[in-house]
């Protein structure tokens, strides 16, 4: 009979570092786990300062049997999500388990607890630290290394989350396409584009670098309204897109990136970063103090990109300025050698970028679930 599961909370340097250091020994071996930029994990966990939590809460757990890390988990206080909805929802993330009902059943009831002692009982995630970072579990599509900032996870993961109560709320998928597609790309695709650009003067280039203070400061504007009705939704606060900047200036390509502009003001935005993963596997999270620079130095061999962010402000969508966004990127692509893009990630209820997506011929290669759990329905 195994030995019983004891679940305490992190409270020293050592216990962070074990929180950390979980992963590496929970994925040993597996060839498409990535492992986390330790520079910046410390900072989504609160180990070290984040803007995240100027207002937002979290609290780690570790489980142990016999002695021995078996599992993780964070509860957290999304301040931004519960302002913006009016809700008080807690989010549960970083979560890691061995294959174990035990161990889960005792990661998941101490946050039930956690947040029960706060009057919370609706719980949602899996959040790394919320919406705007890594989120979602993986559920299918396992049989590739994720693109960069996406998540990864064990294949039984769904199983032990769904044993403990949650069930799906939404899906996010990934779809790819690949540069050879857009060769035989739908006339119509070209004629919206042709259309788009003459109806509003439409003019687009890449993110300055030397004015990169300014785009960053266009595109949270874009983001925090082009996306406001989609489900789930959070504003990523200036603080939180000032910190995510700062961290992935060195990484981001400005040929990857499109800035469309309608009379001088910045209307739409594309954000593509090169698929960084097999590097950083290669240094194994360390940035510091030669693996940036090993980033930087190899970065012309990928042959991927993700693209994560295409925004268009509310009164220019359904014209096809996305697809000019696109686009741009298209000539970029080609010469840097880029063989694949992935758009991820897309919600399942957002028909509209689906929609366009599939008539271009990007293929869904992986599905992430978010679970919510309703503790008050379940105790009545």
Known sequence: MPASVSVAAVASKADQKAFIGFAWNHYRGDPYWVPPIRSEIKGLLNYRPHAFYQKSEIQTFLAYRDRKVVGRI???????HNQHHKEQRG???FFESIDDEAVAKALFDTVK???????????RGPANPSQNYEWGMLVDGFEEMPTFMMTYNKPFYGRLVEQNGFVKSQDMF???GRMEQLDSLDPKMLRIVNDATKRFNIKVRPVNKKSFAKDIESFLYIYN????????FTPLSPGELQETAGGLKHLIVPEMTTMAEVDGKVVGAVFGLLDYNPLIKKIDGKLFPFGIF???WNRRKLKRVRLLST?????YQRWGLGVVLMARLVPECKAWGIETGEFSWVLESNKLSRGTLERGGAEKSK???IYDYDGAADSV
């Open 367 to 369: 599905t992430y679930r």
């Open 91 to 93: 989010m549960f993330g």
């Open 74 to 80: 964070a509860a957290i206080v999304d301040g931004f």
């Open 174 to 176: 990934a779809y790819v």
């Open 294 to 296: 090993r980033l930087l």
């Open 311 to 315: 925004n268009v402000l509310p009164e």
């Open 225 to 232: 309204r082009a996306v406001q009705g989609q489900w789930g």
């Open 113 to 123: 607890e956690w947040f029960a002692q706060k009057g919370i009982t609706q719980l």
